[in-house]
T-cell receptor, first 113, second 110 residues
Framework: EPEVTQTPSHQVTQMGQEVILRCVPI?????FYWYRQILGQKVEFLVS????????KSEIFDDQFSVERPDGSNFTLKIRSTKLEDSAMYFC???????????FGPGTRLTVL | EDQVTQSPEALRLQEGESSSLNCSYT??????LFWYRQDPGKGPEFLFT???AGEEKEKERLKATLTKKESFLHITAPKPEDSATYLC???????????FGKGTTLSVSS
């Protein structure tokens, strides 16, 4: 069964460093998303991406964040200068159509020291 | 503002003790309601999608129902392996993002 994969599973970084989180969405899906979940809190939307453009972004997704689809299979989230409050689980998701079911990856746990 | 509210926050059941989880929403023009299961440290795992009031979906011991203002996830004769956090989500008005509730953490003891 097709699934969304994410790497790395755990990333530890120093405050102020850049990190890139990687995702491989389900192959025939057209819509891609990033969400985050701070420990003990709800899953929060960051950004959606379609046709090589951002469709929507939340207030969390400020200038420190960027997304890219560098090739036909990968989808990345870059945090330019990490802050302590960026520590969270980051989930990638994909869907075939815009209001279709979103399938989530296993997540990357980001720890900022 | 679109909102999703789940209750209860936590639920403890004995094995075999059936119960229901609630998800109420305020988004207008509902474009679907999604139930996910999340195990600790894992990503949300898709369970059901409901699109219209009156719709029901079943999977093993779980049944999801939808009305115009809320959805229920019924758990019949639960087992310890059903222990997890159950998340409810709805698309925003543009359909470009999911809005999640805080979830119900279910613990089933044998």
């Amino acid at each position: 069964e097709p699934e969304v994969t994410q790497t790395p599973s755990h990333q530890v970084t120093q405050m102020g460093q850049e990190v890139i989180l990687r995702c491989v969405p389900i192959s025939n899906h057209l819509y891609f998303y990033w969400y985050r979940q701070i420990l003990g809190q709800k899953v929060e939307f960051l950004v959606s991406f379609y046709n090589n453009e951002i469709s929507e972004k939340s207030e969390i997704f400020d200038d420190q964040f960027s997304v890219e689809r560098p090739d036909g299979s990968n989808f990345t989230l870059k945090i330019r200068s990490t802050k302590l409050e960026d520590s969270a689980m980051y989930f990638c998701a994909s869907s075939a159509l815009i209001t279709d079911t979103q399938y989530f990856g296993p997540g990357t746990r980001l720890t900022v020291l | 503002e679109d909102q999703v509210t789940q209750s209860p926050e936590a639920l403890r059941l004995q094995e075999g003790e059936s119960s229901s989880l609630n998800c109420s929403y305020t988004v207008s023009g509902l474009r679907g309601l999604f139930w996910y299961r999340q195990d600790p440290g894992k990503g949300p795992e898709f369970l059901f999608t409901l699109y219209s009031a009156g719709e029901e979906k079943e999977k093993e011991r779980l049944k999801a129902t939808l009305t115009k203002k809320e959805s229920f996830l019924h758990i019949t004769a639960p087992k310890p392996e059903d222990s997890a956090t159950y998340l409810c989500a709805v698309p925003n008005q543009a359909g470009t993002a999911l809005i999640f509730g805080k979830g119900t953490t279910l613990s089933v003891s044998s």
